[in-house]
């Protein structure tokens, strides 16, 4: 009996150990997607940026197709003017023409405005792509190393597992299938220490009989209190 006692202590430290790697694991596994939204959300930046730039670009287009029908309008207008033959047709004319190079100037102005605006907007992106392929760079380097560190909980995770079963091998099923349902129902611990006459799993009193029957390892003993399986423990 106290040769099973120790092999189910063992058993316990072996899938506390598990859980510690996986949580380590999983911590990693976190950080690794936190680099790669890092790196998904610049890229999602620039493309922002780029479709603000062709906005631009094909406004800039818009105007300038605007502004060449605008001034071919006043060179028809102009020729139109050599033909005309009262002075109140004349005006008229005049008056188009005069709105027209208004209306030309305006545009020249707006267009001069787009200009700057690609400009700066085309710094941006070049400044912004650097920025990107920097971040890239780095968290390619950083996922690199975060694998690695991954992979090597898992081998040692793997290493667990085999332990565990060459524990488990050496005790009856039933009893491995006791100590999985309670390490489930107990928070990740189905063994706990008696010692001083009190349950260090649940800290609570242990009935005096229980506790010295401990002492003889005749039989699998549970705290009354949290159903554990009592292992006696003398010193710390
Ligand atoms: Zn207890």
Do not use: W
Request: net charge negative.
């Amino acid at each position: 009996m106290k040769k099973k006692l120790d092999m189910l202590e063992e058993l316990q430290e072996v899938d506390q150990q598990i859980d510690t790697l996986k949580a380590a694991q999983n911590g990693l596994q976190a950080e690794l997607s936190g680099i790669n939204q890092g790196v998904d959300a610049a890229r999602e930046e620039l493309v922002l940026l780029e479709a603000n730039l062709a906005k631009l670009e094909t406004e800039k287009d818009e105007f300038e197709a605007t502004h060449a029908a605008e001034l071919e309008n006043i060179v028809r207008s102009e020729t139109n003017m050599k033909e005309i033959k009262t002075n109140k047709e004349f005006q008229a004319v005049g008056r188009e023409i005069t709105a027209a190079r208004k209306q030309v100037a305006d545009l020249e102005e707006q267009l001069l405005q787009k200009i700057s605006q690609i400009e700066e907007l085309t710094g941006e992106i070049e400044a912004k792509k650097s920025v990107c392929d920097e971040l890239a760079k780095n968290s390619a380097q950083r996922v690199v190393a975060k694998q690695a560190e991954i992979d090597k909980i898992q081998s040692g995770i793997d290493a667990d597992i085999d332990r565990r079963e060459s524990v488990t091998k050496g005790l009856p099923a039933s009893l491995v299938k006791k100590f999985t349902i309670l390490r489930e129902q107990r928070r990740g611990q189905a063994i706990a220490i008696a010692r001083d006459g009190y349950c260090m799993g649940c800290n609570m009193h242990l009935p005096p009989q229980l506790y010295n029957n401990l002492y003889k390892y005749e039989e699998l003993l549970a705290c009354p209190h949290c159903q554990r399986i009592l292992i006696l423990k003398l010193q710390q």
